[in-house]
């Protein structure tokens, strides 16, 4: 057979565009190889640094950034021009999945990394470590992308069905939920401590967080301790639909009457 006949099929097969959604195959992934009717031929390969595997029979495959169907195309291929089979019935398995990876991080159940089986977004990868942590996790977490930018998810958008907020993640992504910020409250209420602050928490909301007022309690002259983008501490007085700020510290006073 000429060299042009064998090059044809690689050529093709360099020039093919992996089918959208599909795992695109990379260093470490291990393959299942079995030809049907030949269980001699049933091999498991593992995708080297260079994204190649060695398969007894046909010899070295480049096939990173391809699918296990591409796979299956070329190996049968393959054997077809090396006079082996004719029209072989090959199929390829991804035994083990380590090259395309994202990772999980923060206030989440189980955090880690995590393989792309297939096409995923967001809220794909926080349901495969388990979801978020209430209440502790914030409602908004952070993409960092491969190339070091950063996406914001609005998490409280994204559970309620915003697919805005959805968005696709890729090999090397890492997804990050902080802790949700808090206040802390004290004086004329009746449980004073730290408590998680909601997104546009009032003064009011706050005090019934704390499970209200005490019998001489009073929203009014209510304090707020609070740090300035510099950390200098200063005391400001709010009022019940006055908003809180993250580490916020709450002073609800006595009632002069």
Not at 168 to 194: C, H, L, M, N
Not at 230 to 255: M, N, R, T, W, Y
Request: no cysteine; aromatic share 6%.
């Amino acid at each position: 057979m000429g060299l042009l006949a064998l090059l044809l099929p690689l050529l093709a097969w360099a020039a093919a565009e992996p089918v959208a959604g599909e795992y695109q195959l990379g260093a470490g992934d291990l393959l299942r190889i079995n030809v049907f009717g030949y269980p001699d031929m049933s091999a498991d390969v593992r995708v080297d640094e260079g994204g190649s595997i060695t398969y007894a029979y046909v010899g070295q495959l480049i096939v990173g950034g391809h699918s296990a169907r591409d796979v299956e195309t070329l190996v049968a291929e393959r054997l077809t021009s090396g006079g082996f089979i004719r029209s072989p019935q090959v199929s390829v398995l991804i035994a083990d999945y380590r090259s395309q990876k994202v990772s999980v991080m923060g206030q989440v159940a189980r955090p880690g990394p995590y393989p792309l089986r297939k096409a995923s977004s967001v809220i794909d990868l926080l349901a495969e470590a388990g979801g978020v942590i209430n209440p502790v996790a914030a409602d908004e977490a952070t993409l960092l992308r491969a190339d070091g930018s950063k996406v914001s998810i609005d998490l409280y958008e994204l559970f309620n069905g915003n697919p805005s907020q959805n968005v696709p993640v890729i090999a090397g992504d890492t997804i990050y939920v902080p802790k949700a910020s808090q206040f802390y409250i004290y004086g004329e209420v009746q449980r004073p401590g730290t408590y998680r602050l909601e997104r546009n928490m009032t003064v009011s909301q706050a005090i019934s967080t704390g499970g209200g007022l005490t019998p001489r309690g009073t929203e009014r002259r209510a304090t707020v301790k609070r740090r300035d983008a510099h950390g200098k501490e200063a005391k400001v007085s709010v009022k019940g639909s006055d908003q809180l700020q993250p580490d916020d510290v709450l002073l609800i006073k006595e009632s002069l009457f």
